[in-house]
């Protein structure tokens, strides 16, 4: 089966886009390759067709594992790929173990073509042996600029991959991103352990996509002018939670021609769910959010991305602006700009992203007193933390605080994850013969017996259960957990602290931990104020140049760049 066959049988397209030939060609080749594509630039196609080429030649490499972080994006991929004929499986935090162990010997014994899985599950010893054991013919990293310290998004999680590589020799690696600066491209070679350099490279312009800063002091006006001028889906992007439930609140009130809806970290999984497929489908015009509505986007036709507030750098900008125009029709990209005040938030937000040291060292031993763990203990165990009681108890300030825990995980003292989601879990605490006793209902006994017979361990061990997601199942574990039947922890959206290294008498922040990265942080914040300030220069061209390619001609469409043709025709 040749690529082009490939493409043909299983995604219905006769011919590959921009790049992915090349790309695919690499792979097969055997060649470690780190592949820069634009957001909405088809990456999956980059490792799904070889991979099902290479299992067609040869089965020993039938199975290409997927290292991605994103969950929601796992799981749609995978449901994708199976509607297709295509067998995969997915492995990510908050699964059982029962349930991994059912995925990993589908992928051993089964016609399975991909593994999908978490970064985090790549710590755990047991995963790593397993991994030895299946037909892996090739890695791919998604998202790959997490594994750069000099990345906006660094996770310490993805160093693991590394130690995978190790495990399995001899099989190359796809790293893919839509946004890497020339050193952080060098990182992520460096790090994943490339036999050679190998980078492919589609141009980060887009023809049809124009670039505009607006200064203005009133910033909600502007965003109804745009959404009123401008028919079409769009995004508008703000920097927290609340900014976005009112700013969404004040739009549905002074423009009866929009439906729109608010979007944050802070809503369920369902609900997160519910609205994102109600504005794909079109029923939702206008989203709101933070930039927790991130990756897995896939809508083609949004006519216009506006941000609210400066993000902290042109990486995540240039991303955000990108999921605009993606049918190739005319999009706009508005950013907007209240010179002193957005400076001024971007000053403090430089003082809170890197706090002084001695706060750090402050928050994580008062963390460890509010989790009580003791000197030398801790290792491996993993804690709900609810940050606004632990800065109410400890007397720390919410922001910097949430920085320190940041800091703290790339130091590896601990893994904090922010906004993490507890999946429902239920432990049966009265031994079957004697729930008799207990005069439960029938809709109670049947619920019970289904848990009994679906979840094995649940008397020994909390089980996580999908089941209590329905409302109706909801109340009737209450109401189990109520009489001392089960013990039952509800869905919650909430951070958690793990800890990588017992708890330590003293922390160490080297050079390359704190000030190096401050001083990275800091430029990046430079670089982003220096695109909005400017009026002299091409934007599309600035944005260019930041990523490497210095000899791009100007946009001609940009507001700088109508500007100046204005300016020339009126001399």
């Known amino acids: 089966m040749t690529p082009q066959e490939a493409l043909k049988t299983y995604f219905g397209y006769d011919d590959f886009r921009p790049l992915q030939e090349e790309i695919i060609d690499s792979i097969l080749a055997g060649l470690d390759t780190l592949a820069l594509m634009p957001t909405g630039g088809g990456k999956s196609i980059c490792f799904q067709v070889p991979t099902l080429v290479m299992g067609n030649e040869n089965p020993e490499k039938r199975l290409c594992l997927v290292v991605t972080p994103l969950i929601a994006l796992m799981r749609d991929q995978v449901?994708?790929?199976?509607?297709?004929?295509?067998?995969?499986?997915?492995?990510?935090?908050?699964?059982?173990?029962?349930?991994?162990?059912?995925?990993?010997?589908?992928?051993?014994?089964?016609?399975?073509?991909?593994?999908?899985?978490?970064?985090?599950?790549?710590?755990?010893?047991?995963?790593?042996?397993?991994?030895?054991?299946?037909?892996?013919?090739?890695?791919?990293?998604?998202?790959?600029?997490?594994?750069?310290?000099?990345?906006?998004?660094?996770?310490?999680?993805y160093l693991n991959i590394a130690a995978v590589r190790?495990?399995?020799?001899?099989?190359?690696?796809?790293?893919?991103?839509?946004?890497?600066?020339?050193?952080?491209?060098?990182?992520?070679?460096?790090?994943?352990?490339?036999?050679?350099?190998?980078?492919?490279?589609?141009?980060?312009?887009?023809?049809?996509?124009?670039?505009?800063?607006?200064?203005?002091?009133?910033?909600?006006?502007?965003?109804?002018?745009?959404?009123?001028?401008?028919?079409?889906?769009?995004?508008?992007?703000?920097?927290?939670?609340?900014?976005?439930?009112?700013?969404?609140?004040?739009?549905?009130?002074?423009?009866?021609?929009?439906?729109?809806?608010?979007?944050?970290?802070?809503?369920?999984?369902?609900?997160?769910?519910?609205?994102?497929?109600?504005?794909?489908?079109?029923?939702?015009?206008?989203?709101?959010?933070?930039?927790?509505?991130?990756?897995?986007?896939?809508?083609?036709?949004?006519?216009?991305?506006?941000?609210?507030?400066?993000?902290?750098?042109?990486?995540?900008?240039?991303?955000?602006?990108?999921?605009?125009?993606?049918?190739?029709?005319?999009a706009y990209a508005v950013l907007l700009y209240k010179e002193q005040e957005d400076k001024a938030k971007m000053h403090k937000r430089a003082v809170d992203t890197y706090p002084p040291k001695e706060f750090v060292d402050q928050v994580y031993h008062k963390t460890m007193d509010f989790l009580q763990i003791g000197a030398g203990s801790g290792l491996g165990h993993r804690f709900a933390l609810h940050i606004d009681q632990l800065c109410h108890v400890m007397k720390l300030p919410v922001i910097q605080t949430y920085s320190a825990l940041h800091i703290l995980t790339q130091a590896g003292y601990i893994d904090f994850e922010e906004e993490h989601e507890t999946q429902p879990r239920v432990q049966i605490t009265v031994p079957r013969h004697q729930l008799g006793e207990y005069n439960l209902s029938r809709e109670q006994a049947e619920l019970l017996d289904m848990l009994m017979r679906s979840y094995t361990g649940i008397y020994t061990d909390m089980q996580y259960v999908r089941e209590a997601d329905e409302p109706s199942n909801h109340d009737l574990l209450v109401s189990l957990a109520q009489r001392g039947i089960i013990t039952y922890i509800p869905r919650s959206v909430g951070?958690?602290?793990?800890?990588?290294?017992?708890?330590?008498?003293?922390?160490?922040?080297?050079?390359?931990?704190?000030?190096?990265?401050?001083?990275?942080?800091?430029?990046?914040?430079?670089?982003?104020?220096?695109?909005?300030?400017?009026?002299?220069?091409?934007?599309?061209?600035?944005?260019?140049?930041?990523f490497g390619e210095t000899s791009a001609v100007p946009c001609g469409h940009c507001d700088v760049c109508r500007e100046i043709a204005h300016r020339v025709i009126a001399e």
């Open 495 to 546: 951070c958690s602290l793990t800890m990588t290294k017992e708890r330590q008498t003293e922390i160490y922040l080297s050079p390359s931990i704190f000030e190096e990265r401050q001083e990275r942080f800091l430029s990046k914040l430079h670089a982003m104020l220096e695109y909005a300030d400017q009026t002299q220069f091409c934007r599309e061209q600035l944005l260019l140049a930041y």
């Open 79 to 157: 449901e994708n790929l199976k509607a297709r004929g295509i067998h995969a499986a997915a492995v990510y935090t908050g699964m059982s173990w029962d349930k991994q162990r059912v995925a990993l010997d589908n992928c051993l014994y089964g016609p399975y073509h991909f593994l999908y899985c978490s970064p985090e599950r790549l710590e755990s010893e047991e995963f790593r042996k397993r991994l030895q054991d299946l037909p892996i013919g090739l890695i791919a990293v998604d998202e790959a600029h997490c594994i750069s310290q000099w990345g906006y998004d660094f996770r310490p999680s």
């Open 166 to 330: 190790e495990l399995l020799p001899n099989v190359p690696v796809l790293a893919l991103t839509a946004t890497a600066t020339p050193e952080t491209i060098d990182d992520i070679q460096a790090k994943l352990g490339f036999a050679s350099p190998n980078v492919l490279r589609k141009s980060f312009h887009r023809e049809n996509l124009i670039y505009v800063v607006r200064r203005t002091d009133k910033k909600e006006e502007q965003v109804a002018h745009i959404l009123s001028r401008v028919p079409g889906s769009a995004i508008v992007y703000v920097r927290n939670r609340k900014r976005a439930q009112e700013l969404s609140e004040w739009l549905n009130c002074q423009l009866s021609i929009i439906n729109c809806q608010f979007y944050h970290a802070g809503l369920t999984t369902k609900e997160r769910n519910e609205r994102q497929e109600a504005w794909t489908r079109g029923d939702t015009r206008v989203i709101v959010a933070t930039n927790a509505f991130g990756m897995g986007i896939d809508k083609p036709d949004v006519r216009v991305v506006i941000h609210y507030d400066l993000p902290s750098h042109l990486e995540s900008y240039y991303q955000e602006a990108g999921r605009a125009g993606r049918d190739g029709k005319t």
